[in-house]
């Protein structure tokens, strides 16, 4: 496995572990802390990054995926994840946080297209390998 590839399995790593402990700490301390609605929506943050933690791992071991794709589709998931979930943990905390996390908003739906952006870099870059 090159350098590369382990950065990329290891980033998978961590997203999944942070996922676990983001989900156990939903399901244990948020729970009573904020309402049902938040905690749906912190709920989705958590879905999201499972699943692109998934993807990450299986592009790390993804040998038949160029170097360059599997670079981009990096960039893209991380970015997104990091908007995309990220966005929706601080929205889904804002009755608890004790600034305004109002300026969030705008940057969720950035995540979701960088998200989307990944998946269809993959996809080309696929269609286009030899």
């Known amino acids: 496995m090159n350098n590369k590839a382990k950065k990329i399995v290891v980033t998978a790593a961590v997203l999944g572990a942070l996922t676990i402990a983001f989900g156990a700490f939903g399901a244990h301390v948020l729970k009573s802390s904020i309402d049902s609605a938040s905690l749906v929506t912190f709920e989705t943050g958590v879905r999201y990054q499972m699943y692109h933690a ?77």
């Open 54 to 130: 998934l993807a990450l791992l299986i592009l790390g071991f993804a040998t038949a995926i160029p170097e360059k794709t599997r670079k981009w589709v990096f960039v893209f998931f991380i970015f997104g994840i990091i908007f995309f979930s990220g966005s929706i943990y601080l929205l889904a905390l804002k009755s608890v946080l004790p600034f305004s996390v109002s300026f969030v908003g705008p940057i969720t739906p950035i995540g979701g297209v960088l998200l989307v952006i990944g998946w269809l870099r993959l996809g080309y870059g696929l269609l286009n390998s030899k």
